[in-house]
């Protein structure tokens, strides 16, 4: 497996260009509730100078963002790796893939990509994901990644009129490696 590419999808930065597929995609407002929030409208110029800034970025330590493609070039969503603590070892992950794709084992993959890379590249020893607990799809996901259950935040956020815990799944490295060995 090549570093950022798997079977189906590979990883890439945010082009400018890509910003149509993002405007698109705010208007599903359920995977922006699922995902984060949901913000006010933006305007095509909002998103176009939201993907050229996003090209633009220079990298904050080891938090990236980035895209997800089909190898045939598909732009299908996003994930990035945020909260990098290299002292401790732990890092935070989302992921969001739009929704025409969804169940094509797109997601599984490209998270897989992301964690061996910082599993057995920056040395990383443990990935967190926080999935809101009205997410029955994100837990699903979680759990067949073989992300485990490690903590409940009661009431932690307030959307669709109510308050709703978030639910905080880990891999350890070494899970991981048992789980995905090398080839
Ligand atoms: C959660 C999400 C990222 C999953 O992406 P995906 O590309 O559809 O996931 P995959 O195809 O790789 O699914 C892998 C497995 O996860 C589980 N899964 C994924 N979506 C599921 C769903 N809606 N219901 C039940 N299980 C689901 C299944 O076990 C699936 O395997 P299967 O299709 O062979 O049964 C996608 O639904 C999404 O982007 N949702 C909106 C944004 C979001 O919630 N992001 C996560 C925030 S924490």
């Not at 995609?25 to 100078?49: H, K, V, W």
């Not at 330590?61 to 045939?72: N, P, W």
Request: with cysteine; glycine share 8%.
């Amino acid at each position: 497996m090549m570093s950022w590419q798997g079977a189906r999808v590979r990883l890439r930065p945010i082009n400018p260009e890509d910003w149509e597929l993002f405007h698109d995609n705010d208007g599903d407002m359920e995977a922006a509730r699922a995902c984060d929030l949901i913000y006010f409208p933006r305007s095509e110029e909002g998103t176009r100078q939201w993907a050229e800034k996003k090209a633009e970025e220079e990298p904050e330590g080891d938090s990236v963002a980035l895209v997800i493609e089909t190898l045939d070039g598909e732009l299908v969503g996003s994930l990035n790796a945020h909260h990098c603590d290299p002292r401790g070892g732990s890092f935070q992950y989302g992921i969001a893939l739009f929704r025409p794709h969804w169940r094509k084992g797109y997601s599984s993959e490209a998270v897989l990509l992301l964690l061996r890379y910082f599993f057995h590249e920056l040395r990383y020893e443990k990935a967190t994901a926080h999935v809101y607990g009205f997410n029955e799809a994100s837990i699903k996901f979680q759990e067949s990644l073989g992300f485990q259950l490690e903590g409940r935040l009661r009431e932690q956020m307030f959307t669709n009129g109510r308050r709703h815990d978030e639910l905080i799944y880990g891999m350890l490295r070494r899970e991981f490696d048992v789980l995905y060995p090398s080839r």
